[in-house]
C-alpha cells in the first residue's frame, strides 16, 4: 500500500478556488491510480475524479466537471485537485486514494485521512 496525506483545504467563499494536495509516500505511487472522493455531513462518500497512473486518462462526476481539475506529479509523488467556481454544494471532507482507476470506492485500497473544504454562500 501507499500512504496518503491531504493538504489544502479549508474555508472559502462561493465562487472562489482551492488546491488540494495528496502527498504519497511508501510504494511507487506512479504504480496507481488516483482518485478523490468526498463525504458531506449525513451522506455517504461520493466519487469526484480518477486520474490514470500515467496521468493521460481523467473522469470526472457529472456535479464537478467543468469546474475540477484533478492531475498528478508522479516525480514528486504528489496529486492534485484543483477546484474553481465553488459552490457551498461542495462542501464535504475530501479524501485522495490510490488504486485501481475507477470510480468506484472499492479499487482503491489506499486511502488518506481526508480534509475539509468548507464553501460558505
Known amino acids: 500500500q501507499v500512504q496518503l496525506v491531504e493538504s489544502g483545504g479549508g474555508l472559502v467563499q462561493a465562487g472562489g478556488s482551492l488546491r488540494l494536495s495528496c502527498a504519497a509516500s511508501?510504494?511507487?505511487?506512479?504504480?496507481?491510480?488516483m482518485g478523490w472522493f468526498r463525504q458531506a455531513p449525513g451522506k455517504e462518500r461520493e466519487f469526484v475524479a480518477a486520474?490514470?497512473?500515467?496521468?493521460?486518462?481523467?473522469y470526472y462526476a457529472d456535479s464537478v466537471k467543468g469546474r475540477f481539475t484533478i492531475s498528478r506529479d508522479n516525480a514528486k509523488n504528489t496529486g492534485y485537485l484543483q477546484m474553481n467556481s465553488l459552490k457551498p454544494e461542495d462542501t464535504a471532507v475530501y479524501y485522495c486514494?490510490?488504486?485501481?482507476?475507477?470510480?468506484?470506492?472499492?479499487?482503491?485500497?489506499?486511502w488518506g485521512q481526508g480534509t475539509q473544504v468548507t464553501v460558505s454562500s
Open positions: 486520474i490514470s497512473w500515467s496521468g493521460g486518462s481523467t
Open positions: 486514494a490510490a488504486g485501481s482507476y475507477g470510480f468506484i470506492a472499492d479499487v482503491y485500497d489506499s
Open positions: 511508501g510504494r511507487t505511487f506512479s504504480s496507481y491510480a
